[in-house]
């Protein structure tokens, strides 16, 4: 195979390619040194580690570290300037990371500076799902991009072609009136390279095969034909964004019939606000449902969704591992696709008037105690962890979630940063009988 081949660059560079994102990382990077687009500036993200840790392991290329998306591109836009309209890169993780480029976008186009903006992006299966730090990037900057690509997610089979097409767009920017192109890249997990496989023939072999996404059930079917089909081994999830009033008093009642009637778990996502104030509820799923064989032990029979989908990460992978020999029912205002594999049944709110129908008594009653009692003992192990741990003197960000809801007294309004900041909120909050509520920037911004 030619040095611009796939086996060349595994030979060639000291890397370790532990997962196919690193590997197709370096691909894509070294493929555009090799080009002549030798320059980046990197604002570091989650979904752009693939790319950010290529770029800073391949020799022979120059990379500067800006952390504000739209301070790096002009700084790009000064940099090329400098050097003669030698093409400079931009690299940036997923939602509106993107947007804070267009100024120097605009200015580029008018400028006709080669600037190459390079997104990395959500995998098709969480696009238009609820899924945070996720917009439509294709063909973002319009009129303003010279050239707009976007790849499929990585697969060794799909190589050749992009480095066909990469060959095309290099050659576009090297042109002396050329100005700014988009690539966007999407990436499934892992992102980072921290699982080492022995055999990586096997582990791409494994991977190549493209995941589809299975589009949720939008049925006609009422609740109250799925209410014989429930045990109490039932979780009702109440997911973030539940705003209006007409959600808000659906929540509310269910929740008030659940404290006196309802004998299977809640889970309020800590966004919702409804972990707060409300009847105590599990609330460090997000902690012990990273381990497998937990999720194992407490699989229920049913889930019921309330809005959006959770935040928690560990938990809609559960629900992945659930699914479908499990049913999920999920409410929210307008019958969209959930987007996670498996068989789901949406209805809007305004069809949720047979919540009554899960107080009452269901089958399999004698599961009651054992399922309850698995979620509680884990719940309370983690607080007791929690409330043993050796922490350290410094300040951690992880920290600072639990301290703000065990001491916050007055406050009722909790603004939360977007990205790890909600991460940790939802992880370490816990609960507490006096109300919040929380707003944050989470469905775009990173």
Not at 95 to 108: I, N, Q
Not at 308 to 330: F, G, M, Q
Request: glycine share 6%; net charge negative; hydrophobic share 35%.
């Amino acid at each position: 195979m030619s040095e611009s081949g796939i086996e060349t660059i595994w030979e060639r560079e000291s890397v370790t390619y532990s997962n196919l994102n690193t590997y197709w990382g370096h691909l894509f990077i070294d493929k555009l040194k090799r080009s002549g687009v030798s320059r980046f500036v990197v604002s570091p993200g989650s979904r752009n580690t693939p790319l950010v840790f290529a770029a800073s392991r391949i020799s022979d290329i120059e990379i500067e570290v800006v952390v504000d998306e739209r301070s790096a591109a002009f700084f790009a836009l000064g940099w090329s300037k400098a050097s003669y309209r030698s093409p400079v890169a931009l690299i940036c993780t997923s939602g509106s990371a993107l947007a804070l480029y267009t100024p120097a976008m605009v200015e580029a186009r008018y400028s006709h500076i080669p600037l190459l903006v390079i997104s990395a992006d959500r995998p098709s299966e969480l696009q238009e799902c609820h899924a945070g730090q996720t917009i439509n990037q294709s063909d973002f900057f319009g009129v303003y991009a010279e050239e707009s690509h976007s790849f499929p997610e990585p697969a060794l089979d799909a190589w050749q072609t992009v480095e066909t097409q990469i060959n095309s767009l290099c050659k576009q920017l090297l042109h002396p009136s050329s100005f700014g192109s988009q690539i966007n890249l999407p990436f499934r997990d892992p992102l980072t390279p921290g699982v080492e496989d022995g055999d990586r023939d096997q582990y791409f072999k494994h991977h190549k095969t493209t995941q589809t996404a299975h589009k949720s059930e939008v049925t006609s079917r009422s609740i109250a034909d799925f209410s014989c089909e429930f045990s109490y081994k039932t979780i009702i999830i109440i997911g973030p964004h539940c705003y209006g009033n007409e959600i808000n008093d659906t929540i509310e009642c269910f929740l008030k019939a659940y404290s006196n009637n309802f004998k299977g778990i809640v889970l309020c996502d800590g966004l919702s606000g409804f972990r707060f104030g409300a009847a105590k509820t599990i609330a460090h799923y997000d902690l012990f449902l990273r381990e497998s064989a937990k999720v194992d032990q407490l699989k229920p029979d049913a889930v019921i969704l309330l809005g959006d989908l959770p935040t928690s990460k560990p938990l809609r992978a559960a629900i992945e591992r659930w699914t479908p020999s499990i049913h999920v029912l999920a409410f929210d205002n307008d019958k969209r696709s959930a987007g996670i594999p498996g068989d789901w049944t949406h209805h809007t709110f305004q069809e949720a008037q047979g919540f009554d129908l899960f107080t009452q008594p269901l089958r399999n009653q004698q599961t009651e105690k054992d399922f309850r009692a698995k979620w509680i003992a884990y719940e309370d192990a983690c607080i007791e962890q929690l409330d043993h741990y050796d922490y350290p003197k410094a300040v951690v960000e992880w920290l600072i979630p639990r301290e703000v809801c065990r001491h916050t007294h007055d406050a009722k309004d909790i603004w939360i940063s977007s990205s790890l900041p909600v991460r940790d909120w939802e992880a370490f909050a816990g609960s507490r009988p006096r109300d919040f509520r929380v707003f944050v920037n989470l469905c775009a911004n990173g």
